[in-house]
């Protein structure tokens, strides 16, 4: 894998990646990909979000709640089958190439922006 093309300081201002916790998760079988359904609280300035993502292999939809992560809270909204999606959740392939969750090691205030 390459690295991407290069870009500026004021390209990475432009997305706004904050941590939220997620309150709900259910499944989701109408995805193409096995996925689940989340909704993630961002805090009162941007409040709850929906996402879709495919994390079905390492995590399970009991143990999801309550645990923070890092989105993409500015992308406009795309649709996935039935689902409205209205952030990106950020994660990275592990070894099998199964998505792994970006979450801070400690405890944040849910809309806490990236920097």
Same mark, same amino acid.
């Given at each position: 894998? /390459? ?17 939220? %916790?997620?309150?709900? #998760?259910?499944?989701?079988?109408? #995805?193409?990909?096995? #996925? ?6 961002? $805090?009162? +300035?941007?409040?709850?979000?929906? /996402? ?8 399970? *939809? +009991? +143990? ?5 992560? #890092?989105?993409?809270? &500015? ?10 999606? +209205?952030?990106?959740? *950020? $994660? ?12 801070? %090691? *400690?405890?944040?205030? &849910?809309? $806490?922006? *990236?920097?």
């Amino acid at each position: 894998m /390459s690295i991407s093309e290069r870009v500026t300081f004021d390209d990475f201002l432009k997305l706004d990646i904050r941590v939220g %916790t997620i309150v709900e #998760a259910l499944p989701f079988p109408e #995805a193409r990909k096995p #996925a689940y359904r989340l909704k993630i609280d961002f $805090g009162p +300035e941007i409040g709850i979000k929906r /996402s879709s993502a495919q994390i079905t292999k390492r995590y399970t *939809l +009991e +143990e999801l709640p309550g645990q923070q992560v #890092a989105a993409v809270v &500015n992308f406009p909204p795309r649709q996935i089958g039935p689902v409205l999606s +209205e952030v990106l959740t *950020l $994660g990275f392939p592990d070894a099998e190439g199964e998505v792994v969750l970006v979450q801070p %090691t *400690l405890p944040v205030p &849910n809309g $806490g922006r *990236l920097y």
